[in-house]
């Protein structure tokens, strides 16, 4: 008689790969078709985005390739990865290269003669520091086996257009909105909320004083700020509420990081939302 081994559960999933008992190929393997494409959602993912701290030790413990699995996932950055591509123009080719799936560079035309030697040369600094920014992790997590274990913002440099005053952040938040609202396109899982738009912004508050932020902006309207600065100084809400003053209502909290007690501060602008936007592991201060 041959015995099945019982499914498990997916924290059960979660604890079994942390300690070893599961290995990355397996746990990936069941979430795979023939053609190595994932086959559905993974119900882990839910739980770890509740629990950053606990998504980080999981992360710390797959592969380079592995860990940008999970993190380059719609579950995680919170838009469909078509819309990824289309909007910020990211060649899907060049996620493949960061998840490990060998892209066939010469299209089928040349034969390699010897073998195909990868470089990371076709991501640039820009790229990295935008998908830092949209999975919520510090750069090297995308670039490194073993990655740095503290908070930085560093990677904002690379950024395009990323340096706003109050007026021209409030205007941009305003006209980005708008344009959520009257977007019309239709997702194949039209009941999720998706975002819209997602953005690394460096507001220049004073000569000397910048606030790091992230914003990721609703399709359905409303907004929510994680502020990334490496210090946090929490008078930062005071400059803050002047600019955000058109969107209320306001909610606010902080959510854990994958940096083990690295705390992010978060405003939740609920403004023209049709939903109540709650990030997933929200705590009241």
Request: with cysteine; charged share 30%; glycine share 4%.
């Amino acid at each position: 008689m041959i015995y099945m081994e019982e499914p498990k559960s997916p924290r059960e999933n979660i604890k079994a790969f942390i300690e070893g008992s599961i290995s990355e190929a397996e746990f990936l393997s069941r979430r795979t078709d023939d053609l190595d494409r994932n086959s559905y959602d993974y119900p882990e993912l839910e739980i770890l985005n509740q629990n950053r701290e606990l998504f980080g030790e999981f992360l710390l413990k797959c592969t380079l390739e592995g860990r940008n699995q999970f993190l380059l996932n719609s579950q995680i950055i919170g838009m469909p990865l078509n819309s990824l591509y289309k909007k910020y123009w990211i060649h899907k080719d060049k996620i493949r290269f960061l998840k490990g799936q060998f892209i066939n560079e010469t299209n089928g035309k040349e034969k390699v003669e010897i073998r195909t030697i990868r470089t990371t040369q076709m991501i640039s600094n820009e790229l990295y520091a935008n998908l830092a920014i949209f999975t919520k992790v510090p750069v090297s997590w995308l670039q490194k086996r073993d990655p740095e274990l503290y908070w930085t913002v560093e990677h904002f440099n690379y950024l395009s257009d990323a340096s706003f005053t109050p007026e021209e952040f409030k205007d941009y938040l305003i006209i980005t909105e708008k344009n959520a609202l009257e977007d019309r396109k239709k997702h194949r899982r039209p009941n999720n909320i998706w975002l819209y738009d997602i953005r690394g912004i460096i507001l220049k508050i004073s000569e000397f004083h910048n606030i790091y932020l992230r914003v990721a902006i609703y399709e359905s309207g409303g907004f929510i700020l994680e502020v990334f600065s490496e210090k946090i100084d929490f008078f930062d809400y005071e400059k803050l509420k002047p600019i955000l003053s058109p969107f209320n209502p306001i909610e606010t909290g902080y959510v854990d990081t994958v940096i083990k007690n690295r705390k992010n501060p978060v405003i939740i602008c609920k403004s023209r939302s049709k939903n109540v936007i709650i990030p997933q592991g929200l705590k009241k201060y």
